[in-house]
């Protein structure tokens, strides 16, 4: 992926040219077509995806409803950064909403970059927090939601 790219996506936005080119060399590229499964929730994760094009829905099963549609993400969103910080399995399932073409970025690479740059490890690591809390916000307040709803 280009590095003039990865600016536009906010995991990287606080990063150098130098730092946007060294995360650049660690990806690759992947297609889905519309409909597959790019992760389902509860298997092991290795990697974070960043959309260059298309869609992809986040979503979870609910016993008795059937899937729940959490985002539905688009070009320059990222998602699936728990499974480079935690060994924990995926925590939700990730379809191509539409065919889409995601950046991969694998654990072990994202780790050695990390240790060899901290700086760069630093930025990361702050706006994973910063996302992980705001993902937090926005599921309590769907709950909340959801218990409103089902008292009716």
Same mark, same amino acid.
């Given at each position: 992926m280009d590095a003039a790219i990865l600016k536009k996506v906010a995991l990287f936005e606080g990063l150098t040219? +130098?730092?946007?080119a060294k995360v650049a060399q660690i990806g690759h590229s992947? $297609?889905?077509p519309a409909g597959a499964y790019l992760f389902r929730e509860g298997e092991a994760g290795q990697e974070m995806y960043v959309i260059e094009k298309g869609k992809v829905r986040i979503s979870k099963t609910v016993p008795g409803i +059937?899937?729940?549609a959490l985002a539905i993400l688009e070009p320059g969103q990222y998602f699936g950064e728990m499974a480079v910080i935690e060994d924990s399995p995926r925590s939700a399932d990730a379809i191509a909403h539409v065919s889409c073409t995601v950046w991969v970025i694998e654990r072990s690479k994202l780790d050695q970059l990390m240790f060899t $740059? /901290? $700086?760069l490890a630093y930025v990361l690591l702050w706006t994973f927090v910063r996302t992980l809390s705001e993902r937090l916000r926005e599921t309590n307040d /769907?709950? /909340?939601a959801f218990f409103a709803i089902s008292r009716f």
């Open positions: 040219q +130098g730092q946007l992947r $297609d889905f +059937g899937e729940e $740059d /901290k $700086d /769907k709950i /909340k």
